[in-house]
T-cell receptor
Framework: NAGVTQTPKFRILKIGQSMTLQCTQD?????MYWYRQDPGMGLKLIYY???????DKGEVPNGYNVSRSTTEDFPLRLELAAPSQTSVYFC?????????????FGSGTQLSVL | AQTVTQSQPEMSVQEAETVTLSCTYD???????LFWYKQPPSRQMILVIR??????QNATENRFSVNFQKAAKSFSLKISDSQLGDTAMYFC???????????FGKGTSLLVTP
């Protein structure tokens, strides 16, 4: 099993550019999440999904969009990138939300907006 | 909103020694889950240990154990017989029973020295 796969691992964007961070999981998990991790800070929730076709905002959703057309995929879209979006982005999934406590994380995407 | 506070940005411990990482949280919920996640330099997030608030018994996982004080809203992690591979960022996290995602603290950077 590959688990949670994120691409790309690194990316540099210019201000105003757009991009999509890809996330796919092969564990048939219903719950998927996008977090961002800023230096010296914990992870903050951007968006989450409890199943295909269902998404909801987290703590810091501004500047991002998501979609969940399949159970496996949960892409994160950045529109009009800004320097404040420089961060490490983590995608995660779990079988039943946090009930069983185990979130499976991808290896992260380091994004720099210059 | 739930907040998670880790008051120790950095700690160090010698190999084979014991170290305790602190975590406090603020919530009005009675039922919830608490977690410690480890993030080594590889950036991968790894679940270390999990505690259900309704359980009085402290969780243990091999060399890792917690001291859960519900009234004080405290959830510390004890690492016994520290190993070089324990060097990592450690994040405390909270989740409501009715919630979908984790709230993370800012993390404690632990360095294990020979």
């Amino acid at each position: 099993n590959a688990g949670v796969t994120q691409t790309p691992k690194f990316r540099i964007l210019k201000i105003g550019q757009s991009m999509t961070l890809q996330c796919t999981q092969d564990m048939n998990h219903n719950y998927m999440y996008w977090y961002r991790q800023d230096p010296g800070m914990g992870l903050k929730l951007i968006y989450y999904s409890v199943g295909a076709g269902i998404t909801d905002k987290g703590e810091v959703p501004n500047g991002y969009n998501v979609s969940r057309s399949t159970t496996e995929d949960f892409p994160l879209r950045l529109e009009l990138a800004a320097p404040s979006q420089t961060s490490v982005y983590f995608c995660a999934s779990s079988y039943e939300g946090g009930i069983f406590g185990k979130l499976f994380f991808g290896s992260g995407t380091q994004l720099s907006v210059l | 909103a739930q907040t998670v506070t880790q008051s120790q940005p950095e700690m160090s411990v010698q190999e084979a020694e014991t170290v305790t990482l602190s975590c406090t949280y603020d919530t009005s919920e009675n039922n919830y889950y608490l977690f410690w996640y480890k993030q080594p330099p590889s950036r991968q997030m790894i679940l270390v240990i999990r505690q259900e608030a309704y359980k009085q018994q402290n969780a243990t996982e091999n060399r890792f154990s917690v001291n859960f004080q519900k009234a004080a809203k405290s959830f510390s992690l004890k690492i016994s017989d520290s190993q070089l591979g324990d060097t990592a960022m450690y994040f405390c996290a909270f989740m409501k029973v009715s919630g979908y995602a984790l709230n993370f603290g800012k993390g404690t950077s632990l360095l294990v020295t020979p």
